[in-house]
Nanobody, 120 residues
Framework: VQLQASGGGLVQAGESLRLSCIASGLISSIRVMGWYREAPGKRRELVASLSNDGRLYYADSIKDRFTISRDNARKTVYLQMNSLKPEDTAVYYC???????????????WGQGTQVTVSS
């Protein structure tokens, strides 16, 4: 199972970006898909997640600005980021929990990071 993230970049404060992450492989289901971020000198933190039964989580710091969504048929998760702030600058990682591929269960899978830089 591989997760491929894309969509990062350099933007100015107040602008928007949309991150995408697609899971590849003959996957039957993914229980939770989410986004984490890691800023320089800080611990990796959960930004948003969405389970396959619709349970949502948003970190307080991004509520009302970011929106997570997923396309289960395409095994893809998105993160729409609006009103970006310099403090949103970080490497963003997608994550998949509970991936089922055939008879194999993958409890936790990470994608490569994508850099988001917000200038003031």
């Amino acid at each position: 199972v591989q997760l491929q993230a894309s969509g990062g970049g350099l933007v100015q404060a107040g602008e928007s970006l949309r991150l995408s992450c697609i899971a590849s492989g003959l996957i039957s289901s993914i229980r939770v898909m989410g986004w984490y971020r890691e800023a320089p000198g800080k611990r990796r933190e959960l930004v948003a997640s969405l389970s396959n039964d619709g349970r949502l989580y948003y970190a307080d710091s991004i509520k009302d600005r970011f929106t997570i969504s997923r396309d289960n048929a395409r095994k893809t998760v998105y993160l729409q980021m609006n009103s970006l702030k310099p403090e949103d600058t970080a490497v963003y990682y997608c994550n998949a929990e509970g991936v089922v591929r055939g008879s194999t269960y993958f409890p936790n899978t990470w994608g490569q990071g994508t850099q988001v830089t917000v200038s003031s």
